[in-house]
Nanobody, 121 residues
Framework: QVQLVESGGGLVQPGGSLRLSCAASGRIFGVGSMGWYRQAPGKQRELVASITSSDSTRYADSVKGRFTIARDNAKNTAYLQMNSLEPEDTATYYC???????????????WGKGTLVTVVS
């Protein structure tokens, strides 16, 4: 069974840092674009950062200069380094990725179950 598993969330004070990980597991032939989204209570899910298979990155304006997305293709894993965290960053963070399970099929988009990040004094 193919799945994305996030880890690294937790409670942190403003100005602190966290590193989220997203590992794709199961029978995987290839991994395309990977991304991190977040959803705060009462708000819509929004893109935080994304990275293509060629390492092209994109960030939400609210996190530029503070968050960095990276990937390790050998481990089918994406990371989100979050620095200078603010209370407004509090949300459940979801991993998203395009995964191919066989050579001849198109990639399918998958979501992880999310990891909670809480930034509070």
């Amino acid at each position: 069974q193919v799945q994305l598993v996030e880890s690294g969330g937790g409670l942190v004070q403003p100005g602190g840092s966290l590193r989220l990980s997203c590992a794709a597991s199961g029978r995987i032939f290839g991994v395309g674009s990977m991304g991190w989204y977040r959803q705060a209570p009462g708000k819509q899910r929004e893109l935080v950062a994304s990275i293509t298979s060629s390492d092209s990155t994109r960030y939400a304006d609210s996190v530029k200069g503070r968050f960095t997305i990276a990937r390790d293709n050998a481990k089918n894993t994406a990371y989100l380094q979050m620095n200078s965290l603010e209370p407004e960053d509090t949300a459940t963070y979801y991993c998203n990725a395009d995964l191919k399970t066989t050579e001849w099929e198109y990639a399918t988009n998958y979501w992880g179950k999310g990891t909670l990040v809480t930034v509070v004094s």
